[in-house]
C-alpha cells in the first residue's frame, strides 16, 4: 500500500503531514517526507474480516523484559493489521485497550470532526484522560467536552472489566503478558495474578505495565 500524505497543521507549533493510509507521521521538523515514518511490513500481515466471524483475539507480549514487541492472532491467525467494516485496528490499539481495562477506565466514544472515525488511544493516554485528541485516521487534533479515553474496539465487542486473582508471581528470564480480547482474560507466564515479583521487587501488575509500556502510542 502506497503512501497517502497530507497536510494537517500544526503539532506544537510544527507543521506536520500525515500518512492517511498507514496512520503515521509523513514529517521531520516540519519538513514533508517522500514516504512517511511507517514500517510497511506492518501492513503485510492483515486481515479484513466481519465482526461476526471473529471467535478469537489473542494479543501477547512474548517477553517485557527483552523488548515491546507484540504480537496480534485473529482466530489463530497472526496479523499486525485487522480491518473490521471501516474500522482500521492496529496492535498498538489492543495495546490500549488492556492498559485501560487495567485501570479500571470509563472508554468514552469520541468521533473526529475532521474524518467522522472513532478514536483510539495507546500508552500514557490510554489510562490518563486527556484533551485534545490526535486522530490516527487523519492526523488531526480535535477538542472534546471534557479530558476522557477512548477505545474503537469497545464500539465493537462488549468488552467487561478485568478481573485478576490476588497473587504474586515471581518472574525470572520471561514476562509474557497475554490478553484473550473476548474471553476478557489476561495471564502471566500463564498465570492470572495481580502482582508480580522482579529482582526482588513486587509491583503491581498494573503499576508497572503503565511505566513500560508509557510510550507505546
Same mark, same amino acid.
Given at each position: 500500500? !502506497?503512501?497517502?500524505?497530507?497536510?494537517?497543521?500544526?503539532?506544537?507549533?510544527?507543521?506536520?503531514?500525515?500518512?492517511?493510509?498507514?496512520?503515521?507521521?509523513?514529517?521531520?521538523?516540519?519538513?514533508?517526507?517522500?514516504?512517511?515514518?511507517?514500517?510497511?511490513?506492518?501492513? !503485510?500481515?492483515?486481515?479484513?474480516?466481519?465482526?461476526?466471524?471473529?471467535?478469537?483475539?489473542? $494479543?501477547?507480549?512474548? =517477553?517485557? *523484559?527483552?523488548?515491546?514487541?507484540?504480537?496480534?492472532?485473529?482466530?489463530?491467525?497472526?496479523?499486525?493489521?485487522?480491518?473490521?467494516?471501516?474500522?482500521?485496528?492496529?496492535?498498538?490499539? $489492543?495495546?490500549?485497550?488492556? &492498559?485501560?481495562?487495567?485501570?479500571?477506565? =470509563?472508554?468514552? /466514544?469520541?468521533?473526529?470532526?475532521?474524518?467522522?472515525?472513532?478514536?483510539?488511544?495507546?500508552?500514557?493516554?490510554?489510562?490518563?484522560?486527556?484533551?485534545?485528541?490526535?486522530?490516527?485516521?487523519?492526523?488531526? *487534533?480535535?477538542?472534546?467536552?471534557?479530558?476522557?479515553?477512548?477505545?474503537?474496539?469497545?464500539?465493537? $465487542?462488549?468488552?467487561?472489566?478485568?478481573? *485478576?486473582?490476588?497473587?504474586? *508471581?515471581?518472574?525470572?528470564?520471561?514476562?509474557?503478558?497475554?490478553?484473550?480480547?473476548?474471553?476478557?482474560?489476561?495471564? /502471566?507466564? =500463564?498465570?492470572?495474578?495481580?502482582?508480580?515479583?522482579?529482582?526482588?521487587?513486587?509491583?503491581? &501488575?498494573?503499576?508497572?505495565?503503565?511505566?513500560?509500556?508509557?510510550?507505546?502510542?
Amino acid at each position: 500500500m !502506497e503512501c497517502n500524505i497530507n497536510y494537517v497543521g500544526k503539532w506544537d507549533e510544527e507543521d506536520v503531514y500525515y500518512c492517511v493510509n498507514h496512520h503515521k507521521k509523513a514529517s521531520i521538523n516540519g519538513k514533508k517526507l517522500d514516504e512517511c515514518l511507517c514500517n510497511k511490513k506492518d501492513y !503485510e500481515k492483515s486481515l479484513t474480516i466481519n465482526k461476526e466471524d471473529i471467535h478469537s483475539i489473542i $494479543f501477547t507480549y512474548p =517477553n517485557l *523484559l527483552t523488548n515491546l514487541e507484540s504480537t496480534l492472532k485473529v482466530n489463530d491467525k497472526e496479523i499486525n493489521i485487522l480491518y473490521i467494516g471501516k474500522s482500521m485496528l492496529e496492535k498498538r490499539d $489492543f495495546g490500549g485497550l488492556l &492498559l485501560a481495562k487495567l485501570n479500571n477506565i =470509563n472508554l468514552e /466514544v469520541e468521533v473526529c470532526p475532521y474524518c467522522n472515525n472513532i478514536h483510539s488511544d495507546d500508552g500514557k493516554f490510554a489510562y490518563k484522560p486527556h484533551n485534545p485528541h490526535l486522530c490516527a485516521y487523519c492526523g488531526r *487534533l480535535f477538542e472534546v467536552d471534557h479530558p476522557n479515553i477512548g477505545n474503537e474496539i469497545t464500539t465493537i $465487542f462488549n468488552i467487561s472489566d478485568l478481573n *485478576l486473582d490476588d497473587k504474586c *508471581l515471581e518472574i525470572e528470564s520471561e514476562l509474557k503478558i497475554e490478553y484473550d480480547v473476548l474471553k476478557n482474560s489476561l495471564l /502471566v507466564n =500463564n498465570v492470572c495474578c495481580n502482582r508480580i515479583s522482579l529482582n526482588d521487587k513486587e509491583y503491581y &501488575l498494573k503499576d508497572y505495565l503503565n511505566e513500560k509500556l508509557y510510550n507505546e502510542f
